[in-house]
């Protein structure tokens, strides 16, 4: 969804980069993580080991509070500095993408909501596909909240069952309705 409205023109900023971002060698929250969780969690190369760190939060929802609690808030003003950026600009339309939404409040700070979303058979395909372990995905799973409810929540729905094609004019169908 977020390259098909690149595409478009529509400036998008996603949190997992973000995440990517925060935790690079340097930046302050990886020395956070690293004090939290061990140093073995960093390659020789200083980098976060993130397959190891996510092995181990989401088999332990305290550590994963505790990870969420370090790289959260700072996710969150980098993606509230980009928003600020787009109105200076006064874009018209922008797009803040972040998998756990309505799970860290974050919809309240925005003016409407999307949720892509697919049936339960089909994520799991998906993140088998990404070479997720069953257990893991399953943990992955359990950290957030029911599709179903973030569904219901939402201001407007994509769903991702069908080919590209369909994805990419439900997302126009959308950004003609904003437009």
């Known amino acids: 969804a977020a390259r098909l409205l690149r595409a478009r023109g529509v400036p998008v900023v996603d949190t997992d980069e973000l995440a990517r971002q925060v935790v690079e060698p340097g930046q302050p929250a990886l020395v956070e993580v690293l004090a939290a969780f061990g140093p073995q969690i960093a390659g020789p190369d200083g980098r976060l080991r993130r397959d190891e760190l996510a092995r181990r939060v989401f088999a332990d929802p305290a550590a994963r509070q ?28 922008a797009v803040v993408v972040i998998p756990l939404l309505f799970e860290t409040g974050a919809e309240a700070e925005l003016d409407g909501t999307i949720c892509v979303a697919c049936s339960a058979a089909t994520q799991h395909q998906r993140l088998q596909a990404r070479g997720w372990p069953p257990e893991q995905i399953g943990q992955r799973l359990q950290a957030q909240w029911p599709v179903e409810t973030k569904m219901a ?27």
């Open 153 to 179: 929540r939402a201001d407007y729905l994509v769903w991702t069952e069908a080919g590209l094609d369909v994805h990419a004019a439900q997302i126009e169908r959308i950004l003609r309705l904003l437009g």
């Open 66 to 93: 505790r990870l969420e609690g370090i790289l959260h808030p700072r996710i969150r003003v980098l993606w509230r500095a980009q928003i600020e950026a787009w109105r200076a600009e006064e874009r018209p339309l």
